[in-house]
């Protein structure tokens, strides 16, 4: 057995130890008492260490899936069993990235005695290019508490449960919905636009609207829990009709069909993501975990919430192919440089062989750039990641087949009239995704993969040859100036799993250059 083997084998038996814990043994309500657990642990972690250690938001939303999983049986959850059932997900908060990390072999596994060693088998810099970038798109000023809002904060009795004031929640919303906003104009490859249709008379503003109005009142809950040292408002329940109601009145300009649409969305069932789908219902009652809501993740919450029926998500998978044309409009930038998009490749038959999403070309250095354009939705999870690269690898063998009927003459392209022949160009093929930086080597020689965001980055090229250049050996973060492999434990009760991370350096910037 190779350590791979032996390391998902140790994974598979502690999740089955989590699968056969008495605590499973508990009604409905279980979820309740676990999330309230959590949210504890999170807000001691925040009072007296001053940092949440966990990354809680995955483990809240661990016991949200568990609990789905496992079916409930009857009687209540007792506080030992929560306990170990909370620390049990904090555990696999990390478990669960390794175990996935193996079977795609990201990492190369080793065994020392009752020790895992695991360190990067594919290139580590290409994650820090995409946290670097990624971090570059936080607002720099992000709205802080209104007037009316700090008022009542300050004013509110600790001991009391009174329910915000409505002129409190509505100013609350106003503030959610610049703040997503911001974020969403912070976006260098752009953010869906409001009149973005999500199917069922929804558009993306109206699933804004909505979402700010819980987005404001979910950051007041954690307000009151920060500055009062209580946990109880990290977690709240209403019947699934005050719900609706609330939403419908910060949001005046919705229809109710449209709230309770945006409710069913987020509503987590099996198969879902907490991250996307963070509201639980348990019998007739609505649970929310503020924690898992924030603004940064409105377009994929509103992208995948849509996405799960897959007959809802048809047309929007169409009209997100279209934004392709946002690589066009960033490439017709560079100096002598002609493009084309939707390039049809046809037999000598007249048939259709494929098509170049987009095509650009330099007619005086004789070089063209052909690029497979994804639009997948923007991944938060590493199982999201995953898929992403799955796109790419699949994105490059579709161009594979392209190039190689073009190269046999099995095919041609039906360029533009006015454009020259370009059978003795220097080709670069290459697949485009949005945000992300492809990880996992391709399987197509000669096909290589980039981000819109990374090459927005750079400094605008002074011709193609710049693009090419980035395409073919992108500049990169380096180890030891930008960022350092660091080496964290876990212990588990019959093993040490001793794992490479990245730590990203603050005083050393990176952006990257053609």
């Known amino acids: 057995m190779t350590p791979e083997d032996e390391l998902l084998n140790l994974i598979a038996s502690q999740r089955r130890e989590v699968a056969e814990h008495p605590g499973w043994q508990a009604g409905s309500e279980r979820i309740l008492t676990l999330l309230q657990t959590a949210t504890k642990l999170r807000q001691?972690?925040?009072t007296n260490l001053g940092q949440e250690l966990p990354p809680w938001e995955t483990v809240l939303g661990l016991l949200i899936i568990w609990h789905h999983e496992f079916p409930a049986t009857a009687g209540s959850l007792s506080e030992q069993h929560a306990y170990e059932l909370v620390l049990a997900a904090a555990m696999f908060a990390r478990l669960d990235g390794l175990e996935l990390s193996s079977r795609v072999n990201a990492y190369r596994v080793r065994k020392r005695k009752r020790a895992f060693v695991l360190t990067h088998r594919w290139n580590p810099a290409l994650e820090v290019a995409d946290a670097i970038l990624e971090k570059k798109t936080v607002p720099p000023r992000i709205p802080g508490l209104t007037d009316i809002e700090r008022e009542w904060l300050a004013a509110k009795d600790p001991a009391s449960r009174e329910f915000p004031p409505l002129e409190v929640l509505h100013a609350a919303a106003a503030r959610a919905r610049d703040t997503i906003?911001?974020?969403?104009?912070?976006?260098?490859e752009g953010a869906l636009p409001r009149s973005f249709?999500?199917?069922?008379g929804l558009t993306v503003g109206d699933a804004i609207d909505v979402l700010a109005g819980l987005m404001g009142f979910a950051d007041l809950c954690i307000d009151v829990a920060d500055s009062q040292k209580r946990s109880e408002t990290t977690l709240i329940t209403f019947s699934t009709t005050s719900f609706s109601s609330l939403l419908a009145k910060l949001a005046p300009s919705c229809e109710r069909t449209q709230v309770d649409n945006v409710i069913e969305r987020i509503i987590y069932t099996r198969g879902r993501s907490p991250?996307?789908?963070?509201?639980?219902?348990i019998g007739e009652k609505i649970l929310v975990c503020p924690p898992l809501i924030s603004a940064r993740l409105?377009?994929?919450?509103?992208?995948r919430s849509a996405g799960y029926d897959p007959s809802r998500f048809g047309p929007i998978g169409?009209?997100?192919g279209g934004l392709a044309t946002r690589w066009a409009e960033w490439l017709r930038q560079v100096p002598d440089v002609l493009v084309a998009e939707r390039v049809k490749v046809v037999t000598p038959e007249g048939r259709q062989a494929g098509d170049l999403d987009v095509l650009a070309i330099d007619p005086k250095r004789k070089q063209a750039v052909c690029l497979e354009i994804k639009w997948p939705v923007d991944a938060w999870s590493l199982n999201e990641v995953m898929k992403i690269e799955d796109w790419a690898t699949k994105a490059s063998i579709q161009l594979a087949q392209v190039r190689e009927k073009l190269s046999c003459h099995a095919a041609a392209a039906k360029t533009p009239n006015n454009w020259p022949d370009l059978s003795d160009f220097a080709w670069t093929w290459a697949v485009g995704i949005p945000r992300q930086l492809a990880m996992r080597p391709l399987p197509e020689a000669d096909v290589h993969t980039t981000s819109l965001r990374y090459l927005m980055a750079m400094q605008p090229p002074t011709s193609l040859a710049d693009v090419v250049n980035a395409l073919r050996t992108p500049d990169l973060p380096r180890e030891g100036e930008h960022f350092a492999i660091e080496r964290i434990t876990i212990t588990l009760d019959r093993a040490e799993i001793h794992v490479d991370v990245l730590g990203i350096s603050s005083s050393a910037p990176w952006t990257p250059h053609a």
């Open 44 to 46: 001691f972690e925040r």
């Open 275 to 281: 991250h996307n789908s963070p509201i639980v219902r």
């Open 181 to 188: 906003e911001l974020w969403r104009e912070h976006q260098p």
């Open 318 to 320: 169409r009209e997100l």
């Open 197 to 200: 249709s999500l199917g069922q």
């Open 298 to 303: 409105i377009d994929p919450i509103v992208l």
